[in-house]
């Protein structure tokens, strides 16, 4: 039968935690500042695991950290930035020190990350229950940017999604089949397209075939994004592609406010005598004028 480890939870200021030798976790943790954001939002969830510590044996007064390290950098971060008070006290489970390094060690073993596809579907229950990306962000440590994204995942089919978590489906793919809503196209674009050809490059390729780049596009950058949305033209996003990735859905809306803008454009030069002036859309925008001699 297992014998059970007696232990004693008190509450310890975290001034008085040291890491300890003993924790088996000798690289430094990343995340630290995203871990803080959390605990500064949800609280310390999880408790520290403590035994006091010697010098010469006898007790100094702080004790060692032989589980959560990760946890105590953070803590710090909150007390350094003036988020936590300096004396602030939190909940640690003492050990004797001969449990120490088996605890340490039974902590860091068998860990294992949470799946993206988990935390698209913790995003969405959270705006469900009426939280903004920018009200989510702040709790978890990431950026809004980040929130969005995940959130964006949540409108691929929910047959895909559960391919994505069974990791039958990579991140790159099913980034790009979130370019649409359509459940029903992205399910025959992924069955119907030959496996070796199943990349984000191809996806993005067919669902767009039919609209404009507004990054690489003349016409995009003559009109401006900005002119196209007031008038009412519609824009397939890409949150996974670089800051201001983009598709213009209506390629006539975009030509007619091209039109228009050049034929404002060339209105001052009519007024200089010529007597003709021919505006055309081409790859690029030529302008003829004829002066009539």
Same mark, same amino acid.
């Given at each position: 039968?297992?014998?059970?480890?007696?232990?004693?939870?008190?509450?310890?200021?975290?001034?008085?935690?040291?890491?300890? =030798?003993?924790?088996? #976790?000798?690289?430094?943790?990343? +995340?630290?500042?995203?871990?803080?954001?959390?605990?500064?939002?949800?609280?310390?969830?999880?408790?520290?695991?403590?035994?006091?510590?010697?010098?010469?044996?006898?007790?100094?007064?702080? &004790?060692?950290?032989?589980?959560? $390290?990760?946890?105590?950098?953070?803590?710090?971060?909150?007390?350094?930035?003036?988020?936590?008070?300096?004396?602030?006290?939190?909940?640690?489970?003492?050990?004797?020190?001969?449990?120490?390094?088996?605890?340490?060690?039974?902590?860091?073993? +068998?860990?294992?990350?949470?799946?993206?596809?988990?935390?698209?579907?913790?995003?969405?229950?959270?705006?469900?229950?009426? *939280?903004?990306?920018?009200?989510?962000? =702040?709790?978890? %440590?990431?950026?809004?940017?980040?929130? #969005?994204?995940?959130?964006?995942?949540?409108?691929?089919?929910?047959?895909?999604?559960?391919?994505?978590?069974?990791?039958?489906?990579?991140?790159?793919?099913?980034?790009? *089949?979130?370019?649409?809503?359509?459940?029903?196209?992205?399910?025959?674009?992924? &069955?119907?397209?030959?496996?070796?050809?199943?990349?984000?490059?191809?996806?993005?390729?067919?669902?767009?075939?039919?609209?404009?780049?507004? #990054?690489?596009?003349?016409?995009?950058?003559?009109?401006?994004?900005?002119?196209?949305?007031?008038? $009412?033209?519609?824009?397939?996003?890409?949150?996974? %592609?670089?800051?201001?990735?983009?598709?213009?859905?209506?390629?006539?809306?975009?030509?007619?406010?091209?039109?228009?803008?050049?034929?404002?454009?060339?209105?001052?030069?009519?007024?200089? %005598?010529?007597?003709?002036?021919?505006?055309?859309?081409?790859?690029?925008?030529?302008?003829?004028?004829?002066? %009539?001699?």
């Amino acid at each position: 039968m297992m014998e059970t480890i007696e232990t004693t939870l008190i509450r310890i200021p975290v001034k008085n935690l040291v890491i300890s =030798p003993l924790n088996v #976790r000798k690289k430094q943790g990343t +995340g630290i500042e995203e871990l803080a954001a959390l605990i500064a939002s949800q609280g310390l969830i999880h408790n520290l695991v403590v035994t006091p510590q010697l010098k010469k044996n006898k007790q100094t007064g702080k &004790h060692e950290v032989v589980a959560g $390290g990760r946890r105590l950098a953070a803590l710090n971060l909150l007390i350094a930035d003036g988020r936590l008070p300096k004396d602030h006290e939190v909940d640690c489970r003492v050990v004797e020190h001969k449990e120490a390094l088996e605890i340490s060690l039974a902590e860091n073993s +068998g860990r294992e990350h949470m799946h993206p596809a988990d935390l698209v579907m913790a995003y969405r229950n959270l705006t469900d229950a009426g *939280l903004s990306p920018d009200e989510i962000a =702040p709790r978890f %440590g990431v950026s809004p940017l980040t929130v #969005r994204r995940y959130l964006k995942l949540a409108n691929v089919s929910p047959t895909l999604l559960q391919l994505y978590a069974e990791d039958s489906m990579n991140f790159d793919q099913i980034a790009a *089949l979130a370019l649409t809503e359509d459940h029903e196209l992205q399910e025959r674009l992924w &069955h119907n397209t030959p496996e070796w050809q199943r990349n984000g490059a191809t996806f993005r390729r067919l669902i767009t075939e039919t609209e404009i780049n507004m #990054r690489t596009s003349p016409l995009a950058k003559f009109v401006g994004v900005e002119a196209y949305e007031a008038a $009412g033209g519609l824009i397939r996003r890409d949150l996974f %592609g670089d800051e201001g990735d983009g598709f213009i859905q209506d390629a006539n809306l975009l030509e007619s406010l091209a039109l228009e803008k050049l034929n404002q454009a060339v209105e001052p030069i009519k007024e200089e %005598g010529y007597a003709w002036v021919q505006v055309e859309l081409n790859s690029i925008i030529p302008i003829w004028l004829n002066s %009539g001699v």
